[in-house]
């Protein structure tokens, strides 16, 4: 039986976010305790701010999805960008609430939810559209997290991609088929 488009979206999108999720666990991996509170710069926030605002918005958007508006009353969204007192355990642990909630949301759609009509901030949208919202949203902070440590470790970088003059080896079929499908763990 061929998959419908409602199920193969669905599938493809839980799929490159869990790639994404990857990208920051891969590089959480390669830090130290300090470096989450890295600020390249004043203005910028460090990846323990960015960790603590995800999972901010990931509990106030997907905790009863379909039936709550996805700013709740409970949610502090500027304190997620204030001061941190987490240690390294406890921020991951906050990732990982984050997007358990998240992923599980997805997870428990089915194709007729797609067409439903939720609110954010009073605002009605998709259900479609507000899964779109967050596929650029999260990247978009998973992208922050891993260029801060890709400058905090510099020359000590370990890649999460191609490495440089590697693209032949990975084309000629040495690299991951799916990278969105393998289990980083420690490497």
Known sequence: MQ????????????KRLRYYKSLGERTFEQLEEKDFLFQPNPASN??????QHLHGNMLSRWTNFLTEDGEKPWRQRDEEFGVISHTKIQLLDKWEEGWACFLGALESLTEADLLKT???RQEPLIVIDAINRQLSHYPYHVGQIVYIGRMIKDQQWKSLSIEPGKSADYNAGEGIKDPANVNWGKQ
Not at 46 to 51: K, N, P, Y
């Open 3 to 14: 998959a419908s488009v409602g199920t193969t979206f669905l599938s493809s999108a839980i």
């Open 118 to 120: 939720i609110t954010i």
């Open 46 to 51: 460090s990846i323990a701010v960015i960790i």
